[in-house]
């Protein structure tokens, strides 16, 4: 038999490239929502923390506001009894409202890194951070100062609800669902540019 003859019989060799090429993990811009939500997120924060350190600032002038709240509950005790419990309940504000910017800082960086189930705890956040401003407000909302504590508290709520109306947005929650950026190809080779 012929050696041409025994290569035309022969099938052809199978390609050793594929055009199914292995997924590669990319760095892709987030879109538009994703980006605003963390603004008024972080714009927030600026408004919360201007406000806890306002009310830290003229602590000493609400401090007596507290106790007259007290006193109206039970006018019987001693007056060290009405100061200790001014103390007791401005602290005990105070240190929840820097716990909740802390807590919700930490909720942002899981937002932006994806973790699912992220706007369920915001969501408890926003909703632990209106009723807590609801009593500070009745404690410490009273006068000229308590007028500024107030505008940055609302202030500051409003900004949260809007953030998460954004990260709620259809391309927000595309975007969350896709946990990771994946394109075709081989790593390293056109890449595009960021």
């Known amino acids: 038999m012929d050696d041409r003859s025994e290569r035309a019989d022969r099938p052809q060799r199978p390609t050793l ?3 199914n090429e292995p997924p590669v993990l990319v760095k892709e811009p987030p879109p538009f929502a994703v980006r605003l939500s963390p603004l008024l997120w972080v714009l927030s924060f600026v408004a919360g923390g201007i406000g806890v350190v306002y009310l830290f600032v003229v602590r000493t002038d609400h401090l007596p506001a507290i106790a ?6 039970d006018g019987s005790r001693p007056e060290a009894t009405y100061t200790t419990a001014a103390d007791i309940v401005f602290w005990s504000t105070f240190g929840v409202m820097v716990a909740l910017l802390l807590v919700q800082i930490t909720h942002l960086v899981a937002f932006m890194s994806r973790k699912p189930g992220t706007r369920w705890w915001q969501l408890g956040t926003l909703i632990a951070q ?3 401003y609801a009593l500070a407000l009745e404690m410490v909302g009273d006068g000229e100062q308590g007028e500024q504590i107030r505008r940055l508290m ?7 609800t809007l953030a998460l109306l954004v990260g709620t947005f259809r391309s927000a929650l595309n975007w969350t669902a896709r ?3 994946v394109r075709r190809g081989l790593a390293g080779a056109n890449l595009p540019d960021l």
Do not use: K, N
């Open 68 to 73: 007259e709240a007290i006193r109206a509950v």
């Open 130 to 132: 209106v009723g807590l």
């Open 154 to 160: 609302v202030l500051q709520v409003g900004l949260v």
């Open 179 to 181: 946990r990771h950026d």
């Open 17 to 19: 490239r594929s055009d």
